[in-house]
C-alpha cells in the first residue's frame, strides 16, 4: 500500500511562500507520477501540478503555472510544490497524489493514492 504524507501548510499574507513537501512511502517513486491537487470549501478538488516519475515532464494549471513549481525533493522519495506570489483564492486543502502510470494526469480520477492533505490559508 502506497502512504502519501503532506507537510509544509500554513497560514501565509498574500504575496508570500510556501514549500508544501509529499513524503511517499513506495520505494519505487520513480515509477510513479505525482501530483498536488487543492480542494477549497465548497468547491471540487481541482489539478494544480504534476510531474512524472523521472521528473523530465512537468504540468500546472492555469492559476499556479509561473507561479508555483513542481519537483522531485532533495529527499529521496518525496515531492515538493514551491508556491510564490500567493494569494487568497489559493487558499484551500492541498492534497499530494500519485498514480503508477505514464504521463501526467490532470483530472483527480486518474490517481489511485491520496494523502490526507495540509491546509494553506492565504490571509489578504
Known amino acids: 500500500q502506497v502512504q502519501l504524507v503532506e507537510t509544509g501548510g500554513g497560514l501565509v499574507q498574500a504575496g508570500g511562500s510556501l514549500r508544501l513537501s509529499c513524503g511517499v512511502s513506495?520505494?519505487?517513486?520513480?515509477?510513479?507520477?505525482m501530483a498536488w491537487f487543492r480542494q477549497a470549501p465548497g468547491k471540487g478538488r481541482e489539478f494544480v501540478a504534476a510531474?512524472?516519475?523521472?521528473?523530465?515532464?512537468?504540468a500546472y494549471s492555469s492559476s499556479s503555472k509561473g507561479r508555483f513549481t513542481i519537483s522531485r525533493g532533495a529527499v529521496k522519495n518525496t515531492v515538493d510544490l514551491q508556491m510564490n506570489s500567493l494569494k487568497p483564492e489559493d487558499t484551500a486543502v492541498y492534497y499530494c497524489?500519485?498514480?503508477?502510470?505514464?504521463?501526467?494526469?490532470?483530472?483527480?480520477?486518474?490517481?489511485?493514492?491520496w494523502g490526507q492533505g495540509t491546509q494553506v490559508t492565504v490571509s489578504s
Open positions: 497524489a500519485a498514480r503508477a502510470a505514464l504521463g501526467n494526469g490532470l483530472h483527480s480520477y486518474e490517481y489511485d493514492h
Open positions: 513506495q520505494r519505487y517513486v520513480v515509477n510513479f507520477t
Open positions: 510531474i512524472t516519475g523521472l521528473g523530465t515532464d512537468t
